[in-house]
């Protein structure tokens, strides 16, 4: 009797490997998920704790050039949340951040919108933060759990 080489997977060693592959990605799939909740939270908190270091900046240029007659009451113009601060007494309008933040869209999550002096971040899972412009600071405007998630 002679003994055949096999060169070929039996349709049980098949069923194991699709039953492998569906457990390992039942479990990784929401740690993807997670991360990219974690990371846009990241993000976030690296934009709002950057505008803040310039508008603290921005007001001591101002103390410091003698303009206490014109407060920061603007951190974007035109499509933008964070763009140039509004004019000071010398009408120079210096950038908030390097690169303009865009307003978000309808809809759209995991980003910032202006609206008026209010500066609203959408969680991409859920809620929002939302931070006033007063007395040239930028400060919390909700509900402390939503701004200490950007602001640990």
Known sequence: MQIKNRNAFTMIE???????????????LPKFTE???V??????????????S????????????GDFTHP???LGT???AFSTFNADADSNT??????????????DTGCWSRSGTSYIYTFVDSGSASFKLANNKLVCDNDATDCNRLLK
Do not use: H, P, W
């Open 54 to 65: 310039a508008v603290a900046t921005e007001r001591q240029r101002r103390i410091l050039k």
């Open 14 to 28: 098949l069923i194991y490997v699709i039953v492998i592959i569906g457990v390992l990605s039942a479990i990784a």
């Open 35 to 37: 991360t990219a909740v």
């Open 94 to 107: 210096n950038d908030v951040v390097a690169f303009y933040i865009d307003n978000c869209g309808t809809g």
């Open 72 to 74: 920061i009451t603007s």
């Open 78 to 80: 035109g499509g933008y």
């Open 39 to 52: 990371a846009n939270d990241a993000r976030a908190r690296s934009e709002i704790t950057t505008v803040m």
